[in-house]
């Protein structure tokens, strides 16, 4: 039995590159969302954050990058 299968060889267009870069440039701008938010947030007063149930920060643990 013979299988035949076709495969697409034409360089990716423009528009491909458009979307990649497009949907990169996107999760760069939610990223920076989400560290801006959480900025606001640790800039509150500790009993405010523990209102909204915002986790405390331990002095002994290094700050991780969001």
């Not at 990223?31 to 909204?52: C, G, L, N, T, Y």
Request: hydrophobic content about 35%.
């Amino acid at each position: 039995m013979t299988t035949i299968s076709y495969r697409d060889s034409k360089p990716s267009s423009s528009g491909d590159l458009h979307l990649s870069v497009s949907g990169y440039a996107r999760k760069i701008v939610h990223a920076w969302h989400q560290w801006q938010a959480a900025r606001e947030i640790e800039s509150m007063p500790f009993d405010m954050r523990k209102d909204i149930g915002w986790p405390s920060a331990d002095d002994s643990d290094e700050r991780k990058a969001m």
